[in-house]
């Protein structure tokens, strides 16, 4: 299943910094389930989402290549 969204990663930090926004990149992220990409937590943040759901989740550092960052 291939999935497409928008995102913006945020530090968990006071002005919570942006690091990354799909919107500024000028498209979606789209994503194709089960087919082990590199950040693999999406995959299940993704999958717990229900169809145009607006959600806000924070990815621990032990989980994660990159440090604690809030997806948006």
Known sequence: MQVSFHFQ???C?????VV???RKLGKPMELVLGK??????WEVIVQMMAL???ATFI???SVSIWRRYCLL
Not at 13 to 17: H, K, L, M, N, R
Not at 36 to 41: A, C, W
């Open 9 to 11: 990663t945020k530090k």
């Open 13 to 17: 930090d006071e002005e919570e910094t």
């Open 20 to 22: 990354d926004d799909s």
């Open 36 to 41: 082990k990409f590199k950040f693999e937590v």
């Open 52 to 54: 145009n759901e607006v």
């Open 59 to 61: 990815v621990d550092k």
